[in-house]
């Protein structure tokens, strides 16, 4: 099957040839729009009880490694998903921790104070776009404007795109109802996925699940037997999909019955 083949969703969850005989799996799984429902305030998502109760299951089954992988700032990210043993990765893989310990890319740490003077300059040129919010996360900026009462994604790209081009180190990007301001780092969550499928054996398969365009990054690093699900609708490098996020719970719930033979 080739990135552009997409499986129908009825099928997905009859596939366990790809998986099954897999000696164990590192899941890594985006949060908002796959763990926990998009909201229109980015502070409101909540990992859903069925997501929680499926993430318990899959890190206590001894051949497995999960990973929460987010554009959140770790700080935030943690406490969201509140399960112990998780491998917590934030700010698209600027932030991770390792041995529970919190761990920030080097090259990120060194553009922290040009992050902070461009998110102090956003803050008053958007300060008369009602509804535009400038989120600081500490190695990384989002603009969010899904409550943006007047200005359009247009507008409010211009304005962050005017600051951040002429500082050298820093780059803009693009989500789901946001603009990002980040690190010109080559870093991303396909890189972070490398990284932690070499902290696990090699006869292991790699499940990734998302559902935003940063997401694409990690689809595109998955190898053959491994298992990239899109969360939604629309062109993605993943082989398989489900519809919406209330099926992800399914979706994880089926990982655990595959590891445990017992996926149909």
Known sequence: MTAQQHTPVANVYRIDRQLGDAAGLLVALDFDGTLAPIEDDPDAPEITRANRR????????????????????????????????????????????????????????????????????????????????????????????????????????????????????????????????????????????EWLRDEVPATWRTVYVGDDTTDEDAFRVLGPGDFGVLVGERSTAADYRVPAQCEVSRLLNWFVGVLENEAP
């Open 54 to 193: 499926a993430v318990e299951e899959l890190v206590a089954h001894p051949d497995t490694m999960v990973a929460v992988v987010s554009g959140r700032q770790l700080a935030d990210l943690r406490p969201r998903v509140g399960v112990e043993g998780v491998r917590y990765v934030g700010n698209h893989g600027l932030e991770y921790t390792v041995d529970g310990e919190r761990e920030v890319h080097p090259e990120a740490e060194a553009k922290m104070d040009d992050v902070e003077a461009v998110r102090d300059e956003l803050e008053r040129r958007l300060s008369d776009m009602p509804g535009v919010e400038v989120e600081d996360k500490g190695v990384t900026l989002t603009v969010h404007y899904r409550r943006a009462e007047d200005a359009s994604a247009e507008d409010v790209t211009a304005v962050v795109e005017d600051v951040v081009d002429p500082i050298e180190g820093l780059k803009t990007g693009s989500g789901k109802m946001i603009v990002e301001v980040k690190p010109t780092v080559d870093w991303h969550k396909g890189a972070i996925v």
